[in-house]
């Protein structure tokens, strides 16, 4: 199994722009989570999806920011219009009802300049 | 969600066995205990999950006493390796995906 597979590895934009985050779970996950990471506030749960459905957004910090799970190999985390705060490691995580724990993918570092 | 607390850092020497603690005092009946690994530009990684008692496997143990108010990881015969943030987290693996909020985490340093 290839793992939890995130794209870009890296991404750096100016302020303003749209970014799209994307993710592909571990095939067979139905749960999908989305964390940011930063220095100063660790690592944020912003949404998590069971079985393509949005389950809790309470983490999502702002209207820019907006998830989506239109099947169940496929999520994106979409950041529109960015800003130079939003800059972090934002990772996304699978998981299923028999695992235990959640499997990581390797992460997008985003820069917003 | 029950809160976690843990050492902000602990240094190590290789081969020494590391036990880390983790506070736990409003854990839910549900609620299991599961431990992370993170190393620097990598997502964490599962290391193990306990509900009571003890859990042991390649990499680790976990203790959890009859309260379940604390857990504590340890990790035999530590090496330069070893050295990461290490999570404790509570949840409720329930039926589905569950809320899992990550603390802080403890940073251990491994030294040769």
């Known amino acids: 199994d290839a793992g939890v597979i995130q794209s870009p590895r890296h991404e750096v934009t100016e302020m303003g722009q749209e970014v799209t985050l994307r993710c592909k779970p571990i095939s067979g996950h139905n749960s999908l989570f989305w964390y940011r990471q930063t220095m100063m506030r660790g690592l944020e749960l912003l949404i998590y999806?069971?079985?393509?459905?949005?389950?809790?957004d309470s983490g999502m910090p702002e209207d820019r920011f907006s998830a989506k799970m239109p099947n169940a190999s496929f999520s994106t985390l979409k950041i529109q219009p960015s800003e130079p705060r939003d800059s972090a490691v934002y990772f996304c995580?699978?998981?299923?009802?028999?695992?235990?724990?959640?499997?990581f993918g390797s992460g997008t570092r985003l820069t917003v300049v | 969600l029950a809160k976690t607390t843990q050492p902000i850092s602990m240094d190590s020497y290789e081969g020494q066995e590391v036990n880390i603690t983790c506070s736990h005092n409003?854990?839910?009946?549900?609620?299991?205990i599961t431990w992370y690994q993170q190393f620097p530009s990598q997502g964490p990684r599962f290391i193990i999950q306990?509900?009571?008692t003890k859990v042991t496997n390649e990499v680790a143990s976990l203790f959890i006493p009859a309260d379940r108010k604390s857990s504590t990881l340890s990790l035999p015969r530590v090496s330069l390796s070893d050295t990461a943030v290490y999570y404790c987290?509570?949840?409720?693996?329930?039926?589905?995906?569950?809320?899992?909020?990550f603390g802080a985490g403890t940073r251990l340093f491994v030294k040769a």
């Open positions: 999806f069971n079985n393509n459905v949005p389950i809790d």
């Open positions: 995580a699978s998981s299923s009802l028999t695992d235990k724990g959640y499997t």
């Open positions: 409003n854990i839910a009946t549900n609620d299991y």
């Open positions: 306990g509900y009571k």
């Open positions: 987290l509570v949840g409720d693996q329930g039926t589905g995906g569950f809320k899992t909020i």
